[in-house]
T-cell receptor
Framework: GQNIDQPTEMTATEGAIVQINCTYQ??????LFWYQQHAGEAPTFLSY????GLEEKGRFSSFLSRSKGYSYLLLKELQMKDSASYLC???????????FGAGTRLAVHP | GAGVSQSPRYKVAKRGQDVALRCDPI?????LFWYQQALGQGPEFLTY????????KSGLPSDRFFAERPEGSVSTLKIQRTQQEDSAVYLC???????????????FGEGSRLTVL
């Protein structure tokens, strides 16, 4: 079966750092995506990991450990506009059907 | 167009009505996906097209759901005899390449929010 787990909600303070974890158990693995989704809007691509390690892109970084079935998204220097849902998604392979977690709603407070 | 376009953005239907949701993918994108997103949940896969061929419809919840992409560009998701549990946002996504891509990045539309009364 396919199972992707991430926390339902998180809160953080503007300017701080927050880490959103994701664990997965899927039949096949060819990469892991993080998407950001503001309320009422389309999910937008944040990051992609296929090899173990940390990928850094500006204020956002994403980490992957394939042996542990684990990823995290790290957001630094939080801004109010970072309040959104963050979706962890696994690409099992073949054609690019993504399997999504339920998403983590992040609220950033002043 | 510049992005994936979906219409209508909002649809209210009475239980039992048929609805049709349209997706206009990014020009030239081979792959097209439909996802269903319930409130507070992540997107759930419904169906996949590579050009005009529907290669996977394993996520369609019942035979009331039907999707087509007759010319390999615009796609329509049709829901017959709508029920309250069909209320959700229906997301369309496209990607440039087809089978066995190197990555699975998808480009999403803003979705069609369906409310069944």
């Amino acid at each position: 079966g396919q199972n992707i787990d991430q926390p339902t909600e998180m809160t953080a303070t503007e300017g701080a750092i927050v880490q959103i974890n994701c664990t997965y158990q899927t039949s096949g693995f060819n990469g892991l995506f993080w998407y950001q989704q503001h309320a009422g809007e389309a999910p937008t691509f944040l990051s992609y990991n296929v090899l173990d390690g940390l990928e850094e892109k500006g204020r956002f970084s994403s980490f992957l450990s394939r042996s542990k079935g684990y990823s995290y998204l790290l957001l630094k220097e939080l801004q109010m506009k970072d309040s959104a849902s963050y979706l962890c998604a696994v690409y099992p392979g073949g054609y690019n059907k993504l399997i999504f977690g339920a998403g983590t709603r992040l609220a950033v407070h002043p | 167009g510049a992005g994936v376009s979906q219409s209508p953005r909002y649809k209210v239907a009475k239980r039992g009505q048929d609805v049709a949701l349209r997706c206009d993918p990014i020009s030239g994108h081979v792959s097209l996906f439909w996802y269903q997103q319930a409130l507070g949940q992540g997107p759930e896969f419904l169906t996949y097209f590579q050009n005009e061929a529907q290669l996977d419809k394993s996520g369609l919840p019942s035979d009331r759901f039907f999707a087509e992409r007759p010319e390999g560009s615009v796609s329509t998701l049709k829901i017959q005899r709508t029920q309250q549990e069909d209320s959700a946002v229906y997301l369309c996504a496209s990607s440039p390449r087809g089978y066995r891509r190197d990555t699975g990045e998808l480009f999403f539309g803003e979705g069609s929010r369906l409310t069944v009364l």
